[in-house]
């Protein structure tokens, strides 16, 4: 497997404009995370998605972020409009609930967005 | 309120030495608890896991060790190598997929 892709890697954008940000989980992986991380908050849960539906949005920091999930192999993330206290590395991550008790979430590489 | 966190904010240590990183929790209620390696320019990546109802889980290499009554969590890598530099997350599950995550700590491994 490729483990988790995000595309793209890098992003630079200008304050206002919206910026999309793409993740391909794990296949047969039912669940999907997306966190942002920056060196004064850590990592930090935006929202996460259960079977395509979201679950728990509350770490959105505004209306301004937006997620979707249209099926089991493709979640986007979008800042409309961006700002510049956006600039952070936004990664994606996908798990699989066996019945188990391992939960273990699997990371993309991450997007780096700055934004001007 | 209740936070996963480390002593350390950074370490460095010797190559061929053994590494030991701490984390304190403090939610009680949390049941397993996972330790991840973030290396520069990369997402962080698994390590090793334990359960609330276990002490200590042995990788290659790495070592978990759970301290419930004090609600401390250590990684313990042995011999550790230049390539075992990056920062490591310690993350506690409170349930239902609510992870939380440490601040980290940078280690530094010296030739």
């Known amino acids: 497997d490729a483990g988790v892709i995000q595309s793209p890697r890098h992003e630079v954008t200008e304050m206002g404009q919206e910026v999309t940000l793409r993740c391909k989980p794990i296949?047969?992986?039912?669940?999907l995370f997306w966190y942002r991380q920056t060196m004064m908050r850590g990592l930090e849960l935006l929202i996460y998605?259960?079977?395509?539906?979201?679950?728990?949005d509350s770490g959105m920091p505004e209306d301004r972020f937006s997620a979707k999930m249209p099926n089991a192999s493709f979640s986007t993330l979008k800042i409309q409009p961006s700002e510049p206290r956006d600039s952070a590395v936004y990664f994606c991550?996908?798990?699989?609930?066996?019945?188990?008790?391992?939960?273990?979430?699997?990371f993309g590489p991450g997007t780096r967005l700055t934004v001007l | 309120g209740e936070s996963v966190g480390l002593h350390l904010p950074t370490l460095s240590v010797q190559e061929g030495d053994n590494s030991i990183i701490n984390c304190a929790y403090s939610?009680?209620?949390?049941?397993?608890f996972i330790w991840y390696k973030q290396e520069s320019g990369k997402g962080p990546q698994f390590i090793i896991d334990?359960?609330?109802?276990?002490d200590k889980r042995q990788g290659q290499r790495v070592t978990v060790l759970l301290n419930k009554t004090v609600k401390h969590l250590s990684l313990q890598i042995a011999a550790t190598q230049p390539g075992d530099s990056a920062v490591y997350f310690c993350?506690?599950?409170?349930?239902?997929?609510?992870?939380?995550f440490g601040a980290g700590t940078r280690l530094t491994v010296k030739p």
């Open positions: 991550a996908s798990s699989f609930r066996s019945g188990g008790w391992r939960d273990t979430q699997y």
């Open positions: 939610n009680s209620a949390s049941d397993y």
């Open positions: 296949s047969g992986h039912d669940y």
């Open positions: 334990i359960r609330s109802n276990m």
């Open positions: 998605f259960n079977n395509n539906v979201p679950i728990d």
């Open positions: 993350a506690e599950n409170r349930g239902d997929n609510d992870m939380r």
